[in-house]
């Protein structure tokens, strides 16, 4: 039989352990980009305002820094008649998304602002003439992409990606 004071110490360290072990999964679950590190693979589709759409194969990189609340992407896309690879750089504080991103084929850069939670990012890219709605759902090893362009002649650029 243990006694009375080792008891003690061993449900307190126990307490200690779990409780440590809470901050870090709660850490771990509000950190907006926890999970999308690395490379993603797969497609989707460009659809046009005029009802034609074309099939693209995607890849994305991820690197994920700050405890899970910055981000570095790259995401390259083509099909047969069109192409886009766009980088971006943000950040996350308290949900509030903040950062940059640029298209190198069209030589087009501007500010990513939005809300970003677990899993999930909403916002607005913006290069002055050109605007679009972006949203990243992510889920385990699979991700989707919308991208919601304004003024130009695409709909929506929809991809879902796979993580090998």
Request: aromatic share 4%; hydrophobic share 40%; charged share 15%.
């Amino acid at each position: 039989m243990k006694s009375r004071p080792t008891t003690i110490a061993a449900r307190a360290i126990a307490g200690a352990a779990l409780a440590i072990g809470l901050c870090q999964t709660a850490h771990a679950q509000s950190a907006p980009f926890a999970g999308m590190a690395g490379s993603w693979f797969g497609g989707g589709r460009v659809d046009l305002h005029n009802g034609t759409s074309e099939r693209i194969r995607c890849r994305a990189s991820y690197a994920v820094g700050g405890g899970g609340d910055t981000l570095q992407q790259q995401l390259r896309c083509a099909g047969d008649g069109y192409r886009f690879e766009v980088t971006s750089s943000v950040a996350s504080r308290a949900g509030s998304l903040s950062g940059n991103w640029s298209e190198m084929t069209r030589n087009v850069s501007g500010q990513i602002s939005g809300r970003a939670a677990v899993g999930r990012i909403h916002a607005k890219v913006d290069a002055g003439l050109f605007t679009a709605d972006l949203t990243v759902n992510t889920n385990g090893a699979e991700q989707s992409v919308s991208i919601v362009p304004q003024g130009t002649d695409i709909k929506i650029v929809a991809v879902t990606m796979r993580k090998p």
